[in-house]
């Protein structure tokens, strides 16, 4: 596609359920990571993937979060039972390949708010 | 104390001014971003530099590796510039991940 697509863009969701949240990367970008911005706060790293294999899962904050990308295309980020605390913007962006001479292209981004 | 730190963190301006915001970092790096994020919060990259500077139209993203610091100016700053600047590196040992500055809020005013 033009960009890089989220879906949902908002998604209000009950403590202790589980989400599912979808990025489709720009057409041929290999690189694809997750971001989360909570509110009033930075940017941070949760995951990363070139191809279908994630090298850096380290921003991941605990076991229940966990994010697959399947067809070197699309990826889904999960979370389970979530919790007040992941009330965030869920970014995600793309790049041709990771590594540091490649641009990034982000996405709108999902708003989720754990009531 | 943050690997990117980004000064000043609130910024108004009039219309027309010369803008300039400032990134410092600690960690070796392998390239910079400058990125632009609106009150809707999209995220659009401005700049990725890893030497020297680049201009896309009003603005200008210098970097100097051995001081380790970056700026972002704008020229001739109008309303529309209003937006959270964010200036983020790859750290040399990550390969990829971006680790960001906590952004400059910039304000322009009529």
């Known amino acids: 596609g033009a960009g890089v697509s989220q879906s949902p863009s908002n998604k209000v969701t009950e403590k202790g359920k589980d989400v599912e949240l979808r990025c489709d990367p720009i057409?041929?970008?290999?690189?694809l990571y997750w971001y989360r911005q909570r509110l009033g706060q930075g940017l941070e790293f949760l995951i990363y993937?070139?191809?279908?294999?994630?090298?850096?899962k380290s921003g991941l904050p605990s076991d229940r979060f966990s994010a697959e990308r399947t067809g070197e295309s699309v990826s889904t980020l999960t979370i389970q039972r979530t919790q007040q605390e992941d009330s965030a913007v869920y970014l995600c962006a793309s790049s041709h390949r990771a590594g540091r001479t490649y641009g990034y292209t982000f996405g709108s981004g999902t708003r989720l708010t754990v009531v | 104390k943050n690997e990117v730190e980004q000064s000043p963190q609130n910024l108004t301006a009039q219309e027309g001014e010369f803008i300039t915001i400032n990134c410092s970092y600690s960690?070796?790096?392998?390239?910079l971003h400058w990125l632009q994020q609106h009150p809707g919060g999209g995220i659009v990259s401005l700049f990725m530099?890893?030497?020297g500077k680049k201009k896309h139209g009003r603005l200008i993203a210098t970097i100097n590796i051995q001081e380790k610091h970056s700026s972002l100016h704008i020229t001739a700053s109008h309303p529309r510039d209003s937006a959270v600047y964010i200036c983020a590196v790859i750290d040399t040992g990550t390969a990829s991940k971006l680790t960001f500055g906590t952004g400059t809020r910039l304000q322009v005013t009529l």
């Open positions: 530099l890893s030497s």
């Open positions: 057409s041929g970008h290999t690189a």
């Open positions: 960690v070796g790096i392998s390239a």
């Open positions: 993937f070139q191809g279908n294999s994630a090298p850096d």
